[in-house]
C-alpha cells in the first residue's frame, strides 16, 4: 500500500552509499551496456557523462528483479533521458546500437587495450591514439618512449590481463602477512578493494597494514619491499611515501580521491604450484611454500609456466586513520565517490581516506570502526559485499 503502489520505486535512494548493492544482481544486460558508454565517456574525457552512465548503471544492480519493461523503471532515480532511450532499445531489440558501435569502433577498443596497461592512463592513451598507435605491440614496433611502470606494464601485459582468482589472492595474502610479520610483528594486515567485497576475481590484490601503536608503521613499506625484494617475489615496485598533513591536507583537498598514504604499487611474481599446493591443502604458508619447493622445485624457474605476474597495492595507515583508509580502500570507486559527495552536499562535511571533517562545527570526527564513519555521516551502515555499486 505504497502511494504509487511501486515499492521498489520507493524505496530506491539516490546515492549509491545509501543503498545495498549486491555483486550479483538481476540486471547485466542493462548495466554492461550502460558502463560501455560510461568507459568511452572516460575515454573521451567527459567525466560528468561518464559519471553519469555509471550512476544509471548502478541503480539497476540494486533492483530486486531483473527489468522487462519501462514500466519498471517509474520513479528511479539517476536515469537521465540517454540512458533511458539506451534501456528502451536493448528492452525493445535486444541490443542498443549506440552500445554495439561504441563496443566495436575502433578508438575504444585501442583505448581500451593501451589504457588498460599498468602505468598508462586516458591522457597518454589518447595522445597514443592520435599518433595512429593501437595496442601495447605497437608501442614495442614503434620504440615509444616509456617510463619505468609502463615498461613492466608491456612486458607483463598478458599476464595483468588475466584476472586474479581469490585463491591468487589468497596465497599473495599469505605472503605479505609474512613479509609483513617479519619486520614488524604485531602489525595488522587487511584485504582490500573487491576481494573484500566479495568479488571471486580481481586486476589486482590490495593490502592495508597498520600497527596499534602509532608511529610504528612509519617507513613500513621499503622493509617490506625489501624482504619481498630479497625473497625474489618482486617483479616491480614503486613507493611513494606518506605525505599526508592534516591542516594542509584535511578540508582543502577532500574533493581529490588520490590519498597520501605511503603506498606501493607493485607486481609480484607468483609461483603457480603455490596456488595449487594452497587449493589441495589446509597449510599454512610456510607449509605451502616449502611444500613447493620440495616436490616440484624446477617449476620455481620455468618462465614459460612456472609462475605468474600479479598486480598488488600495498598502503600502510596509521592506526588513528585506519577505520578511514579501510572505508577508502574497499570501494567500489562509484561507492566511494558517493560516499564523499554525500558526505559535501548533504552533510557540510568532507570525507577522504584519512579523515572526516565537519564544515559546521570546525572539527575532524575521530572514528575507530566504519561503523561509526556511517553514523556520523547519518547513513545506515552498508556492509563491504553490498557496496557493489
Ligand atoms: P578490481 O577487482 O578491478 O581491482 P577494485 O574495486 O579492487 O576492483 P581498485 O582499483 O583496486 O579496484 O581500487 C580499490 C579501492 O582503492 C577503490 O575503492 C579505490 O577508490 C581505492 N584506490 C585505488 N587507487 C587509489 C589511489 N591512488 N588513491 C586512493 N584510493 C585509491
Ligand atoms: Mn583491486
Ligand atoms: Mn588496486
Redesign the pocket.
Known amino acids: 500500500p505504497k502511494p504509487n503502489g511501486d515499492p521498489t520505486a520507493m524505496l530506491m535512494k539516490s546515492y549509491a552509499c545509501q543503498r545495498r548493492t549486491p555483486l550479483k544482481h538481476h540486471n547485466s544486460f542493462l548495466t554492461e551496456a550502460l558502463e560501455i558508454l560510461s568507459q568511452n565517456a572516460e575515454y573521451n574525457d567527459n567525466e560528468g557523462r561518464s559519471v553519469a552512465f555509471r550512476r544509471a548503471a548502478s541503480v539497476l544492480k540494486a533492483l530486486p528483479r531483473r527489468v522487462r519493461s519501462m514500466q519498471d523503471l517509474r520513479c528511479l532515480p539517476c536515469l537521465g533521458d540517454h540512458s533511458q532511450r539506451v534501456i528502451k532499445e536493448i528492452l525493445e531489440d535486444g541490443s542498443s546500437r549506440e552500445v554495439e558501435s561504441t563496443r566495436q569502433s575502433e578508438q575504444y577498443q585501442a583505448m581500451k587495450a593501451l589504457t588498460g596497461i599498468f602505468g598508462v592512463g586516458v591522457r597518454t592513451a589518447d595522445r597514443w591514439f592520435r599518433e595512429g598507435l593501437r595496442s601495447p605491440d605497437d608501442l614495442i614496433r614503434t620504440g615509444q618512449q616509456l617510463n619505468r611502470e609502463q615498461q613492466a606494464g608491456v612486458q607483463y601485459y598478458d599476464d595483468l590481463q588475466k584476472?586474479?582468482t581469490k585463491a591468487e589472492a589468497d596465497v599473495i595474502s599469505d605472503i605479505v602477512e609474512k613479509a609483513v610479520h617479519a619486520v614488524l610483528p604485531g602489525a595488522e594486515i587487511q584485504l582490500?578493494?573487491?576481494?573484500?567485497?566479495g568479488?571471486e576475481?580481481?586486476?589486482?590484490?590490495?593490502f592495508l597494514i597498520t600497527h596499534p601503536e602509532e608511529g610504528k608503521e612509519e617507513g613500513l613499506m621499503p622493509k617490506i619491499t625489501n624482504w619481498l625484494k630479497e625473497q625474489g617475489l618482486l617483479l616491480y615496485q614503486k613507493t611513494t611515501r606518506n605525505s599526508y598533513l592534516e591542516k594542509m591536507d584535511g578540508p582543502a583537498r577532500a574533493s581529490s580521491?588520490?590519498?597520501r598514504?605511503e603506498?606501493c604499487f607493485s607486481i609480484f611474481k607468483l609461483q603457480k604450484c603455490a596456488v595449487s599446493c594452497k587449493l589441495s591443502s589446509t597449510a599454512s604458508a610456510e607449509d605451502v611454500s616449502t611444500a613447493c619447493e620440495r616436490e616440484r622445485p624446477d617449476e620455481h624457474h620455468s618462465e614459460a609456466s612456472g609462475w605468474r605476474a600479479v598486480?598488488v597495492?600495498l598502503?600502510v595507515s596509521p592506526y588513528s586513520q585506519f577505520a578511514f583508509a579501510t572505508l577508502?580502500?574497499?570501494?567500489?570507486?562509484l561507492?566511494?565517490?558517493e560516499l564523499r559527495r554525500w558526505a559535501g552536499q548533504e552533510k557540510h562535511m568532507s570525507l577522504s581516506?584519512h579523515a572526516l571533517y565537519d564544515s559546521k562545527q570546525n572539527l575532524y570526527l575521530r572514528a575507530k570502526t566504519e561503523e561509526e564513519i556511517f553514523a556520523y555521516l547519518g547513513l545506515e551502515f552498508i556492509p563491504p559485499s553490498e557496496r557493489n555499486a
Request: no cysteine; glycine share 16%; hydrophobic share 30%.
Open positions: 584476472p586474479v582490500m578493494g573487491g576481494f573484500r567485497r568479488k576475481v580481481g586486476h589486482d590484490v590490495d580521491n588520490m590519498d598514504f603506498r598486480r597495492d598502503v577508502g580502500w574497499t570501494g567500489s570507486k561507492f566511494e565517490r581516506s
